[in-house]
């Protein structure tokens, strides 16, 4: 899909920017903007096309976009009318708001921010919680949706371990060896296609296997497994995308996998579909 650079009509003299649509479909183009954006699908249903990966998405579903991340709502054509209505909040942290990264009170909230560069689907159980905050914020001026917004940061930032990337495009860093963390990651990038092991890169790093494990984790809040496989799985997404696609043994092969039947299992796990269903279902949408 050919993606649009997107101008969000974001205010100069505001912090955020809040949208309400009420539209016969979603934009339908894939595009990116320079600023966050929290998404709360009031009504709705279909497909969310971020990067390179997909989910489903439903009425009182909620998202945070990260900047720039590639992504569109398409609505599915099943469902029997296309007439969507969302809230959005916009931010943007090299804007107004990058001035409050020096206030220690907001800087963690900033920072969780920073770490969420891939976007989330906000889980079931604290939709309820981050709506409230939402409608509020959609309801309040100046001063009191300023604080809205970072109470609303405060209550995600608190489960951020529950928390899913949408994609794994990148990794951001969650505290110090912002360094070491990139040198890791970008090792796993350039090999994730073989067979490379822990041990490898714990020795890369000049680590037991145990310490990095732990390393790994605290830094970017995956298991190095989680982090190799959803490699593996979006480098599959990117196949079976591109005019290259031809089977799904072929296709299994070249991210890296030596077992279809592990490729098929560990696929599902990370997309929600077998390989041939997210194929199907790219089709469908992508016109």
């Known amino acids: 899909m050919r993606m649009i650079q997107f101008n969000v009509p974001f205010p100069k ?5 809040v949208q309400e649509d009420k539209l016969q479909d979603f934009y339908p183009y894939f595009h990116q903007h320079e600023e966050y954006q ?4 009031i009504r709705g249903r279909g497909t969310l096309f971020v990067s390179d990966s997909f989910h489903s998405f439903k009425e009182d579903d909620i998202f945070l976009l990260g900047s720039n991340q590639p992504h569109v709502f398409k609505s599915d054509e099943m469902a029997g009318t296309r007439d969507v ?19 220690p009170e907001l800087g963690g909230l900033l920072a969780f921010v920073l770490r969420s560069a891939n976007g989330f689907q906000v889980p079931e159980e604290y939709k309820a919680r981050v709506k ?29 371990e529950e928390l899913k990337p949408l994609s794994v495009s990148s990794v951001p860093d969650k505290g110090d060896g912002t360094l070491r963390i990139n040198e890791i990651c970008r090792y796993v990038k350039d090999n994730f296609r073989r ?27 995956l ?21 290259r696609y031809e089977s799904v043994s072929l296709v299994a092969y070249n991210a890296g996998f ?5 490729f098929n299992r560990v696929f599902r796990s990370v997309t929600g579909f077998s390989p041939k269903e997210y194929y199907g279902r790219y089709k469908k949408n992508v016109h």
């Open 13 to 17: 003299d505001k912090s955020l920017y």
């Open 38 to 41: 929290f998404m709360w699908v």
């Open 85 to 103: 209505e969302c809230v959005s909040v916009f931010f943007n942290l090299k804007g107004v708001l990058s001035s409050l990264s020096n206030m």
């Open 132 to 160: 409230r905050r939402i409608s509020v914020l959609r309801k309040s001026n100046m001063m009191e949706r300023l604080i809205s917004f970072f109470l609303l940061l405060k209550e995600l930032s608190a489960v951020s």
């Open 195 to 221: 067979a490379v092991t822990l041990e490898e890169v714990a020795d890369h790093a000049n680590l037991t296997p145990q310490a990095f494990c732990r390393y790994f984790k605290k830094h970017t809040g």
């Open 223 to 243: 298991t190095f497994v989680s982090y190799i496989n959803e490699l593996r799985i979006q480098e599959a997404c990117q196949l079976i995308t591109s005019e």
């Open 258 to 262: 030596n077992s279809i039947t592990n």
